[in-house]
Protein backbone atom coordinates (compact mmCIF):
# COMPACT_ATOMS: atom_id res chain seq x y z
CA UNK A 1 0.00 0.00 0.00
CA UNK A 2 1.37 3.27 -1.23
CA UNK A 3 1.77 6.18 1.35
CA UNK A 4 -1.47 7.98 2.12
CA UNK A 5 -3.32 6.00 -0.87
CA UNK A 6 -5.66 3.67 1.41
CA UNK A 7 -6.87 0.20 1.05
CA UNK A 8 -7.59 -0.97 -2.08
CA UNK A 9 -9.84 -3.27 -0.40
CA UNK A 10 -11.54 -0.26 1.19
CA UNK A 11 -12.05 1.10 -2.08
CA UNK A 12 -13.23 -2.13 -3.91
CA UNK A 13 -15.61 -3.30 -1.61
CA UNK A 14 -17.02 0.44 -1.33
CA UNK A 15 -17.26 0.59 -5.01
CA UNK A 16 -19.20 -2.81 -5.03
CA UNK A 17 -21.54 -2.20 -2.29
CA UNK A 18 -22.42 1.08 -4.44
CA UNK A 19 -23.18 -0.45 -7.81
CA UNK A 20 -25.16 -3.24 -6.56
CA UNK A 21 -26.98 -0.54 -4.58
CA UNK A 22 -27.33 1.08 -7.96
CA UNK A 23 -28.28 -2.43 -10.15
CA UNK A 24 -31.36 -2.72 -7.26
CA UNK A 25 -32.08 0.79 -7.72
CA UNK A 26 -32.58 0.86 -11.35
CA UNK A 27 -34.38 -2.84 -10.84
CA UNK A 28 -36.84 -1.58 -8.82
CA UNK A 29 -37.53 1.70 -10.95
CA UNK A 30 -38.06 -0.81 -13.73
CA UNK A 31 -40.67 -3.34 -12.03
CA UNK A 32 -42.50 -0.54 -10.35
CA UNK A 33 -46.25 -1.95 -8.74
CA UNK A 34 -48.78 -0.82 -11.77
CA UNK A 35 -52.49 -1.46 -10.38
CA UNK A 36 -55.39 -2.23 -12.42
CA UNK A 37 -59.31 -1.55 -11.51
CA UNK A 38 -61.66 -4.21 -11.68
CA UNK A 39 -65.55 -4.43 -10.52
CA UNK A 40 -66.95 -7.16 -8.52
CA UNK A 41 -69.99 -7.71 -9.97
CA UNK A 42 -71.16 -9.74 -7.52
CA UNK A 43 -71.00 -7.09 -4.49
CA UNK A 44 -71.03 -3.70 -6.67
CA UNK A 45 -67.85 -2.76 -5.67
CA UNK A 46 -64.62 -1.51 -7.60
CA UNK A 47 -61.22 -2.26 -6.28
CA UNK A 48 -57.34 -2.24 -7.92
CA UNK A 49 -55.36 -5.60 -8.78
CA UNK A 50 -52.11 -4.90 -8.22
CA UNK A 51 -48.97 -6.94 -10.20
CA UNK A 52 -45.63 -8.45 -8.73
CA UNK A 53 -44.37 -5.83 -5.56
CA UNK A 54 -40.75 -6.68 -6.23
CA UNK A 55 -39.94 -3.44 -6.88
CA UNK A 56 -40.67 -2.69 -2.97
CA UNK A 57 -37.75 -5.78 -2.04
CA UNK A 58 -35.28 -4.28 -4.68
CA UNK A 59 -35.62 -0.97 -3.36
CA UNK A 60 -34.78 -2.49 0.50
CA UNK A 61 -32.39 -3.82 -0.82
CA UNK A 62 -30.56 -0.76 -2.60
CA UNK A 63 -31.05 0.64 0.83
CA UNK A 64 -28.94 -1.74 2.63
CA UNK A 65 -26.30 -2.13 -0.19
CA UNK A 66 -25.83 1.04 0.56
CA UNK A 67 -26.41 1.54 4.14
CA UNK A 68 -23.65 -1.11 4.41
CA UNK A 69 -21.26 0.62 1.97
CA UNK A 70 -21.91 3.63 4.27
CA UNK A 71 -21.04 2.18 7.33
CA UNK A 72 -17.88 0.40 5.98
CA UNK A 73 -16.36 3.29 4.82
CA UNK A 74 -17.67 5.05 8.54
CA UNK A 75 -16.02 2.21 10.60
CA UNK A 76 -12.73 1.96 8.64
CA UNK A 77 -12.19 5.79 8.65
CA UNK A 78 -13.98 6.36 12.32
CA UNK A 79 -16.39 8.54 11.33
CA UNK A 80 -13.64 11.16 11.60
CA UNK A 81 -14.09 11.51 15.45
CA UNK A 82 -11.54 9.26 16.93
CA UNK A 83 -8.07 7.93 15.50
CA UNK A 84 -5.53 9.74 13.95
CA UNK A 85 -6.32 13.41 13.61
CA UNK A 86 -5.70 15.33 10.60
CA UNK A 87 -3.16 17.27 9.43
CA UNK A 88 -3.94 20.87 9.11
CA UNK A 89 -3.71 22.00 5.28
CA UNK A 90 -5.69 21.74 2.00
CA UNK A 91 -6.04 17.35 2.57
CA UNK A 92 -7.98 18.26 5.74
CA UNK A 93 -10.18 20.54 4.36
CA UNK A 94 -11.19 18.47 1.37
CA UNK A 95 -11.67 15.66 3.60
CA UNK A 96 -14.19 17.47 5.45
CA UNK A 97 -15.67 18.73 2.39
CA UNK A 98 -16.20 15.24 0.83
CA UNK A 99 -17.40 13.87 3.94
CA UNK A 100 -20.23 16.22 4.74
CA UNK A 101 -21.10 16.23 1.25
CA UNK A 102 -21.20 12.15 1.31
CA UNK A 103 -23.52 12.14 4.05
CA UNK A 104 -25.61 14.58 2.34
CA UNK A 105 -26.05 12.58 -0.39
CA UNK A 106 -26.64 9.36 1.18
CA UNK A 107 -29.47 10.56 3.32
CA UNK A 108 -31.22 11.90 -0.11
CA UNK A 109 -30.09 8.27 -1.57
CA UNK A 110 -31.66 6.60 1.35
CA UNK A 111 -34.33 8.92 1.80
CA UNK A 112 -35.75 8.10 -1.94
CA UNK A 113 -34.89 4.24 -1.76
CA UNK A 114 -36.74 3.70 1.68
CA UNK A 115 -39.36 6.25 0.42
CA UNK A 116 -40.35 4.85 -3.05
CA UNK A 117 -40.05 1.42 -1.24
CA UNK A 118 -42.94 2.61 0.97
CA UNK A 119 -45.04 3.90 -1.55
CA UNK A 120 -44.76 1.09 -3.76
CA UNK A 121 -45.88 -1.52 -1.07
CA UNK A 122 -48.94 0.74 -0.26
CA UNK A 123 -52.04 -0.80 -2.07
CA UNK A 124 -55.44 0.99 -2.20
CA UNK A 125 -58.27 -1.02 -1.54
CA UNK A 126 -62.24 -1.23 -2.09
CA UNK A 127 -63.73 1.79 -2.76
CA UNK A 128 -67.69 1.47 -3.31
CA UNK A 129 -67.78 4.97 -5.77
CA UNK A 130 -66.62 3.85 -9.72
CA UNK A 131 -66.09 7.59 -10.02
CA UNK A 132 -62.82 9.11 -10.14
CA UNK A 133 -61.13 6.19 -8.74
CA UNK A 134 -57.77 5.54 -9.55
CA UNK A 135 -55.33 3.01 -8.28
CA UNK A 136 -52.55 4.70 -6.33
CA UNK A 137 -48.84 4.12 -7.89
CA UNK A 138 -45.36 4.95 -7.19
CA UNK A 139 -44.49 8.06 -9.19
CA UNK A 140 -42.40 7.25 -12.06
CA UNK A 141 -38.75 8.51 -11.36
CA UNK A 142 -38.06 7.86 -7.20
CA UNK A 143 -36.16 4.69 -7.80
CA UNK A 144 -33.82 6.79 -9.82
CA UNK A 145 -33.28 9.92 -7.99
CA UNK A 146 -32.38 6.89 -5.45
CA UNK A 147 -29.99 5.60 -8.20
CA UNK A 148 -28.43 8.80 -8.93
CA UNK A 149 -27.70 9.74 -5.46
CA UNK A 150 -26.38 6.68 -4.69
CA UNK A 151 -23.77 6.93 -7.58
CA UNK A 152 -22.92 10.61 -6.18
CA UNK A 153 -22.44 9.12 -3.52
CA UNK A 154 -20.01 6.51 -4.21
CA UNK A 155 -18.22 8.99 -5.97
CA UNK A 156 -17.61 11.14 -3.31
CA UNK A 157 -17.07 8.37 -0.51
CA UNK A 158 -14.30 7.15 -2.50
CA UNK A 159 -12.46 10.76 -2.81
CA UNK A 160 -13.39 11.24 1.07
CA UNK A 161 -11.30 7.87 1.33
CA UNK A 162 -8.73 8.82 -0.43
CA UNK A 163 -8.06 12.50 1.21
CA UNK A 164 -8.88 10.98 4.63
CA UNK A 165 -5.69 8.64 4.08
CA UNK A 166 -3.49 11.33 2.76
CA UNK A 167 -4.68 13.67 5.75
CA UNK A 168 -4.01 11.08 8.13
CA UNK A 169 -0.56 10.06 6.97
CA UNK A 170 0.39 13.77 5.96
CA UNK A 171 3.08 14.57 8.69
CA UNK A 172 2.35 17.74 10.92
CA UNK A 173 4.03 20.80 10.64
CA UNK A 174 5.85 21.85 13.40
CA UNK A 175 7.51 25.00 13.76
CA UNK A 176 11.28 25.60 14.87
CA UNK A 177 11.94 27.21 17.93
CA UNK A 178 14.87 28.47 19.55
CA UNK A 179 12.97 29.16 22.71
CA UNK A 180 9.79 27.69 24.22
CA UNK A 181 9.41 31.28 25.99
CA UNK A 182 8.42 34.86 24.77
CA UNK A 183 11.68 37.23 25.42
CA UNK A 184 10.91 40.03 26.93
CA UNK A 185 14.20 41.16 28.57
CA UNK A 186 14.71 43.79 25.37
CA UNK A 187 12.22 45.56 26.49
CA UNK A 188 13.39 46.01 30.11
Known amino acids: MAEGRGSSLVHLLVIILSLVAFGFAIAAERRRSTGVIHTDDRTNS ?26 LLMGVTKCMCFGRPLAPGGKR ?28 AYHTTYKNMTESFSCDTLRKGVFVAGAVFVVATMVLNVYFYMYFTKATTQAAHKTNRSSSTVGMTGYA
Request: hydrophobic content about 50%; aromatic content about 18%.
Open 46 to 71: TYCVYDSDVATGYGVGAFLFLLSGES
Open 93 to 120: AWTIIYFTSSWLTFLVAEACLIAGAKKN
